[in-house]
């Protein structure tokens, strides 16, 4: 697309233009679409990095001291996350998808808020925190069911160790979020890159790919991420709730004419 546009409300207008006339959307999220539900991000100002060590989310380390690893990942992803509730940028996503405005949420997150905020298309790149898995026989359990008093938790029925059912460094991403999210790459006209530094691999590829096939990349973020100077064609500086109760506005309201060329 190539052209840059520069007042706020013009780039929410063409934004908005962009994904109305889109033939499929593919949003794809990270941590920052959840701070506002309270959710801290993992780097930056506040950053959970900051304060723990990311060494506890490496799967050697976790398999060598559970107990030790259990302490902190209760900490961070357990008693954080289970007040955590949608915001507007989930809800606002949700109802893209209930109008046929978005195809598919390719997410880094693990908190489960776009599936609580009613999203359905929701593939987890990095899996998901609401269930635990035994390291041993592989059953699942939901993780509000198992203590987390005593660690680590066990399997009732093998006695192996129970892992959160999340991706850790070191470990492959699941094949469904991946496929999905490579087709995703190839399909889509437009990609909706929210609250990432685009910073881990692989799933940073994954918005480099789209562009590759041709998508129109809008970014929202309050910060420049490693997308914003190199595939971003439309930046949206803000906080994810403000920018998609902006957006929102244009979105679900038939006065933004398809017919209209540009901004006026
Ligand atoms: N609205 C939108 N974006 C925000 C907000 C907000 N209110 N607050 C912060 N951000 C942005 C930050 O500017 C930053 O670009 O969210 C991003 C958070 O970046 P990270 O913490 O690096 O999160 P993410 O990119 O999702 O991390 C990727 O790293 O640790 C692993 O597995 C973990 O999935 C995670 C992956």
Known sequence: MGYKINRMTDKIKEAALILKRSKFTTAYTGAGISVESGIPPFRGDGGLWGKYDPAVLDIRYFLADPAGSWVVIKDIFYDFFSAAKPNKAHLTLARMEQEGMLGRIIT????????????????EFH????????????????????SLDHFPPTC??????LKPDFVFFGEAIPQLPLTAAYEAASISDVFLIIGTTGEV???????????EYGATIIEVNPQPSNYTQNITDIFLQGKATEIMEKLAVHLFSPSLDDNQDGIN
């Open 201 to 211: 691999m692989p799933a940073n590829q994954i918005p480099v790919m789209a562009k």
């Open 108 to 123: 880094q997150n693990i908190d489960n808020l776009h599936q609580e905020a009613g999203s359905r298309m929701v593939f």
């Open 127 to 146: 899996g998901n925190s609401k269930n635990l898995r035994c390291t041993h026989c592989r059953r699942t359990y939901i993780a509000g069911e198992i």
């Open 156 to 161: 009732r029925e093998c006695g192996g160790i």
